[in-house]
């Protein structure tokens, strides 16, 4: 699927792309406190973000996170298309 249930506490800094094509959407749901971390550079299958005004995301439960892989000068990173606060 491409629905994934944050739960940790955490920071996230980055998101494998392994089985993932550019275009390919996913959603973060929260059902805790945890950051999104922006910009962090790539390492090998693990894509890092960016995000909203180029800033790290704290979300709580309930927020909803939309994010699609893509490839922008040569960089593949996920990109935040949406946030839902709650």
Do not use: P
Not at 11 to 20: E, F, G, K, Q, Y
Not at 64 to 80: A, P, Y
């Amino acid at each position: 699927g491409n629905t994934f249930e944050i739960t940790g506490t955490n920071a996230i800094t980055l998101i494998s792309n392994v089985n993932w094509q550019n275009g390919s959407i996913i959603y973060l749901i929260f059902t805790s406190t945890a950051t999104l971390t922006d910009g962090t550079a790539n390492s090998g299958t693990d894509i890092g973000m960016e995000l909203t005004g180029n800033v790290n995301f704290t979300g709580t439960a309930d927020d909803v996170v939309c994010l699609i892989l893509g490839e922008m000068g040569g960089v593949q990173r996920w990109r935040c298309v949406s946030i839902s606060v709650n």
